[in-house]
């Protein structure tokens, strides 16, 4: 075992050195292949936004294109191109200036077949065209060819560059008699491509940048113009006074067609970017050595305007694609230090693994034999559990029958001690019968039969009275069956409080019932109920001073998720040391043979058995005091009905019961 952890170790360390070496391959290989994928991004991007460019050119182009056309079949421009009256020259002077204001176009005017101006918008400023002859501009002749001439230039008398548009005006529909053309700047159109922060520039049929959101790369040629041309593109001041510069490239070639290429431009300093064409053309040279701020490198793509002949350029920073390589190659290398990591930790385990598994095989061993040891043992003891568990669960059986036969015991002692009472009610209903039955029969044999159908009426209300103290009694006594339901608290109470009555127990001659209307039924068990108020009713009884002083008050209110019973009792209270005993079973204050401590410790079971709590308490001036919480029903506590007929709308009903005795 040992031999295998140590060969585990060795070949650890070879595949960590093996992989270690590998490293620069991983780093070059996914540096060449992330930048080869970056690449064609960034070509197929520069396509994408090329053509964007050029359809945002054309689009500011065609802005003004319709003009020129329009105004060529204009009633107003015909007129003037066959008769050039002053007055009529003057209408179309305004008519234009308006013209040019609403449009957005930079200047607007009428040549006449000469090439002279006849008719400007800006016929009212100091470089008014009216008057000059245009006719050398290639706007011009193209017009007089008959096609709509498009040209890129500086204006001869403003010397600010803009786009021509022109068209021939033919008042007859055949003859050239003059030129309508449209000037415009292509400023919105720059000052958008400026805060798109983006490398654009546009070279007309010259090589030479005419459009260029780097104001430091205008009238910049691409490459040396002919020496041929040079002289006659100067003396034509299509460009102005610019000294048609070379463009800073130090490294590369500009793309011919779709294709990536890669250069290199020198960054042009301010101070001359800023200058006048004029000043710029003199100090260029002599300080271009001195005041180069550094190089860039750019990835240029390319794309044609043909109808006007120009090119479109888009430059990307070449540091966008070394930055994005750069970061894939730390991220590959990072990946295969951390491959390499994993690795060696997972061979690490492998051979730690091997190292524990001897001692665990040894481990495993000891603790089988002390398993053995340890079952024979728990076996016996697991035997003698099983006794004890057994044992116990009979006691616990027996004490649960005890219990129930005990809480059976004390209803049947209680039903004892009112035996007496019982006994002197219906001796008095018995009594009264018997005189009523011989009364009835002398009057039947009198024929008296109304006297008699009285008397019958008295002795069937007598056996309805001597009916309900049994059915009480009987109700009382019934063993309960443990199933909760929804239960009126106000008709188990007032059972408890007949049974009380009938009973003629002493001290109970005086019980005031008052409840809220509309009482929500509770979750209990009717009978077990009754056992509860019964209990707490012959303790409040007992506890009063005397029959005729005697007074107990049961109060029945609605709580918000409980009902709350509270009966009060004028009695001597409760000891304070005895209040938190009350409840424990089998204690008492009562002298011997007078109970066994159990009411209210079963009293307090039923409750808990409920859901509901008991507690007790003395009164300020002397008594003590029971209050019962019960749950309500959910399922009617929301239906809002009254849940029993007996209930009424009154906010509070009282019912006084004083001890009464029948008289025959």
């Given at each position: 075992m040992?031999?295998?952890?140590?060969?585990?170790?060795?070949t650890s360390r070879a595949v960590l050195c093996i992989l270690l070496l590998l490293l620069p391959v991983t780093v070059w290989t996914v540096t060449e292949f992330w930048r080869e994928t970056r690449l064609v991004d960034i070509a197929q991007d520069g396509r994408n936004k090329l053509e964007l460019y050029r359809s945002n050119l054309q689009g500011a182009i065609k802005e003004h294109e319709y003009l020129p056309i329009t105004l060529a079949s204009d009633n107003r421009i015909l007129n003037l191109a066959t008769f050039a009256d002053p007055a009529n020259a003057a209408q179309v002077n305004v008519y234009l200036e308006k013209l040019a204001a609403d449009s957005g176009a930079s200047d607007i005017y009428f040549m006449n077949r000469d090439g002279t101006t006849i008719a400007a918008s800006n016929w009212n400023s100091d470089a008014s065209f009216i008057g000059r002859n245009f006719s050398f501009r290639p706007y011009f002749q193209q017009a007089r060819r008959g096609e709509t001439g498009h040209y890129f230039a500086f204006g001869i008398t403003?010397?600010?560059?803009?786009?021509?548009?022109?068209?021939?005006?033919?008042?007859?529909?055949?003859?050239?008699?003059?030129?309508?053309?449209?000037?415009?700047?292509?400023?919105?159109?720059?000052?958008?491509?400026?805060?798109?922060?983006?490398?654009?520039?546009?070279?007309?049929?010259?090589?030479?940048?005419?459009?260029?959101?780097?104001p430091e790369w205008r009238f910049r040629t691409l490459e040396d113009l002919p020496a041929k041309n040079r002289p006659r593109i100067i003396a034509s001041r299509k460009y102005g006074d610019s000294p048609l510069d070379l463009m800073p490239l130090t490294d590369g070639q500009w793309p011919k067609g779709d294709e990536l290429s890669v250069l290199t431009l020198s960054t042009i300093p301010k101070d001359l970017s800023d200058m006048p064409p004029a000043e710029r053309a003199e100090k260029a040279e002599p300080s271009s050595t001195k005041t180069n701020l550094g190089k860039t490198t750019y990835l240029a793509t390319s794309s044609s305007l043909p109808k006007q002949g120009w090119r479109m350029f888009l430059l990307t920073d070449k540091s966008v694609l070394d930055r994005s390589t750069l970061s894939a190659g730390l991220m590959a290398g990072a990946a295969h230090v951390i491959f390499a990591g994993l690795v060696f930790i997972i061979l690490q385990r492998r051979r730690t693994m091997l190292e524990q598994l001897e001692i665990r095989d040894w481990s495993q061993r000891e603790l089988e034999r002390q398993v053995r040891l340890r079952t024979a043992d728990l076996m016996s003891t697991n035997l003698r559990l099983a006794q004890e568990i057994n044992e116990r669960s009979r006691t616990e059986d027996a004490l649960r029958s005890a219990q129930t036969e005990l809480v059976q015991t004390s209803k049947l002692a209680a039903l004892g001690q009112m035996s007496a009472g019982i006994a002197h009610e219906i001796n008095q209903p018995l009594t009264a019968i018997r005189s009523y039955a011989e009364n009835a029969l002398k009057f039947i044999s009198r024929g008296n039969s109304d006297t008699a159908n009285r008397n019958l009426q008295r002795i069937s209300e007598l056996t309805d009275r001597m009916g309900r103290i049994t059915s009480n009694l009987k109700t009382f006594a019934r063993r309960p069956e443990q199933d909760n339901q929804p239960v009126d608290v106000h008709e188990q109470m007032q059972k408890a409080i007949d049974l009380i009555l009938e009973t003629g127990r002493t001290g109970a001659s005086n019980i005031v019932l008052s409840y809220a209307p509309d009482l929500k039924p509770v979750i209990a068990e009717p009978n077990q109920l009754i056992q509860v108020f019964t209990n707490i009713l012959n303790n409040a009884a007992d506890a009063c001073p005397s029959d005729e002083d005697a007074k107990i008050e049961v109060h029945i209110t609605k709580g918000d998720d409980r009902l709350l019973v509270s009966i009060k009792d004028n009695g001597h209270g409760i000891l304070p040391e005895n209040l938190p005993k009350l409840f424990d079973p089998f204690f008492t204050t009562k002298p011997f043979g007078d109970g066994l401590g159990l009411g209210l410790s079963i009293c307090y079971g039923i409750i808990r058995s409920f859901g509901g709590t008991i507690r007790a308490k003395n009164r300020p001036n002397g008594g003590a005091s029971f209050i019962i919480e019960l749950r309500y029903d959910a399922v009617t506590a929301d239906s809002g009905d009254n849940w029993h007929s007996t209930q009424n709308a009154s906010t509070d009903k009282q019912i006084e019961t004083p001890h009464q005795s029948e008289s025959s």
């Open positions: 040992l031999r295998t952890s140590v060969s585990v170790k060795r403003s010397n600010v560059p803009g786009y021509y548009i022109s068209h021939p005006v033919r008042s007859d529909g055949v003859t050239f008699d003059g030129a309508m053309v449209v000037k415009t700047h292509l400023d919105t159109l720059l000052q958008r491509w400026t805060k798109g922060g983006e490398s654009v520039l546009v070279t007309d049929e010259n090589g030479v940048v005419i459009i260029s959101a780097r």
